[in-house]
């Protein structure tokens, strides 16, 4: 019996191990817009949507590697240029330009249509764009390829 109960958690510890070292990053043009609300203010804002270099999780899931740090940056923009001073940001992205602007219209007539009041703002492309950001486990991989090929 304890052969049994030994041989079932080696076979998930080798099944954990395996499916760790199977994650694998994309690179993939996708296009993206952020959205960023404060609970102290009735304004909302609301960037284009842009095309941009991201690396996708290699799954079935395809999830935006590093999507918090997408928000972050409308965040610190929001916050550098003294527009909003603690802004909650969330970044929304699509494969194809339909499902964006899809995404898009439905969050700004949520906004529009509600009984509260909101303000709408919109941010420009000019004003703020999105940088890719390059996973972990990628720019060590990239700094390991390219150590090698030094020598």
């Known amino acids: 019996m304890k052969l049994r109960h030994l041989f079932i958690i080696a ?3 080798l099944g954990c191990v395996s499916s760790i070292y199977a994650k694998g990053y994309k690179s993939a043009k996708v296009y ?3 959205f960023a609300a404060s609970f102290n ?3 909302v804002y609301l960037t284009d949507i842009q095309q ?4 996708l999780v290699n ?3 395809h999830f935006l590697a590093n999507r918090e740090d997408y928000s972050y940056q409308l965040r610190d923009y929001l916050q550098a240029n003294s527009i909003e001073a603690h802004p909650t940001c969330i970044t929304l992205f699509a494969e194809n330009e339909k499902s964006a602007m899809k995404k898009y219209q439905s969050l700004k007539n949520r906004y529009m249509k509600s009984k509260n009041k909101y303000f709408i703002k919109d941010i420009t492309s000019g004003q703020f764009v999105y940088k890719t950001v390059i996973p ?4 060590a991989d990239n700094e390991q390829s390219q150590g090698t090929e030094k020598k």
Request: proline fraction near 0%; charge should be negative.
């Open 11 to 13: 076979v998930l510890m």
């Open 32 to 34: 993206m817009f952020g």
């Open 41 to 43: 203010d009735s304004t």
């Open 52 to 55: 941009v270099n991201v690396y």
């Open 59 to 61: 799954n079935r899931t």
């Open 136 to 139: 972990a486990e990628e720019a």
